[in-house]
């Protein structure tokens, strides 16, 4: 069974930076691609990067590119985003999710039996 667990949201000012981690389980990273999506209040959920080792790619949406950076540690089978520079425009509940894939500019997923979504992670920037 897929297992996946966010941490590390909180509050924060304009300008400031959190790291997310998700920690997974019943998985490996050679098998599946891991994503990041989030949800504003009001707004449909939204896919902003993904790593894929099967692939060997990274992606970021536009509106994170340059700002956000997708990674991941083997040992600890934890994926991170490290989110700089934070907006107001980025609060939103945080969630990881595997298997995902990109389809054109969109992070798609999860898909199939074992897809799996964690609990989400509330990140709020303020003014």
């Known amino acids: 069974e897929i297992q996946l667990e966010e941490s590390g949201g909180g509050l924060v000012q304009a300008g400031g930076s959190l790291r997310l981690s998700c920690a997974a389980s019943?998985?490996?990273?050679?098998?599946?691609?891991v994503g990041w999506f989030r949800q504003a209040p009001g707004k449909a959920r939204e896919g902003v990067s993904c790593?894929?080792?099967?692939?060997?790619?990274?992606y970021y949406s536009d509106a994170v590119k340059g700002r956000f950076t997708i990674s991941e540690d083997n040992a600890e089978n934890t994926v991170y985003l490290q989110m700089n520079n934070l907006k107001p425009e980025d609060t939103a509940v945080y969630y990881c999710?595997?298997?995902?894939?990109?389809?054109?500019?969109?992070?798609?997923?999860?898909?199939?039996?074992?897809?799996?979504w964690g609990q989400g992670t509330q990140v709020t920037v303020s003014s």
């Open positions: 999710a595997t298997p995902v894939t990109v389809v054109g500019s969109t992070i798609l997923g999860p898909y199939g039996d074992l897809g799996s």
């Open positions: 019943g998985f490996t990273f050679d098998e599946y691609a």
């Open positions: 790593i894929s080792t099967p692939d060997g790619t990274i």
